[in-house]
């Protein structure tokens, strides 16, 4: 199979279902935050030398295949074919229980911070950056997507803060005050 197939040649791409839609489509823009999110947390596992975080990121890519293809679903099909395509509010569960283990672990927040520390911590802070972009790209899709899907987005934005804490702590790495 070839990586290319020239179908995107005029600007155009396919929904899951084969609807064709032009590449600025909302939801077309939507699915690509959340990939170019993805992206950023492989580039922090790259320097993740604590193995706790490099599985929970790698959990994490996992669940963002999911949400890109719930995205490109308009019609919500993709669920029920694949059990790994779906994301819910026991997704949301889990990342709320994370985010308590680890915010267990840190000291209390008095002031805000600024993003960097560690090679590891600096890119768990763009990817929450990132997070919060693709947040408000699937916010404006209309037809609006499920909510468990924005409760998802919303709460990885605040475990990849919390993330990139941790990464920051384990390696030593002091937090910067604002």
Known sequence: MKIYTRTGDTGETSLFGGKRVVKDDPRVHAYGEVDELNAHLGF??????????????????????????????????????????????DDVGRLEQLIDRMEAGLPPLRNFILAGGSPCGAALHVARAVCRRAERAIVALDPAVDPALLR????????????ARTANQRAGAPEAMW
């Open 152 to 163: 998802y987005v919303n709460r990885l934005s605040d475990l990849l803060f919390v993330l």
């Open 44 to 89: 922090a596992r790259v320097s993740a030398t604590d193995t706790e975080i490099d599985a929970e990121l790698v959990r994490l890519q996992r669940d963002l295949f999911a949400l890109g293809a719930q995205l490109a679903d308009p019609g919500g099909r993709v669920g029920d074919r694949s059990a790994k395509a779906q994301l819910g509010d």
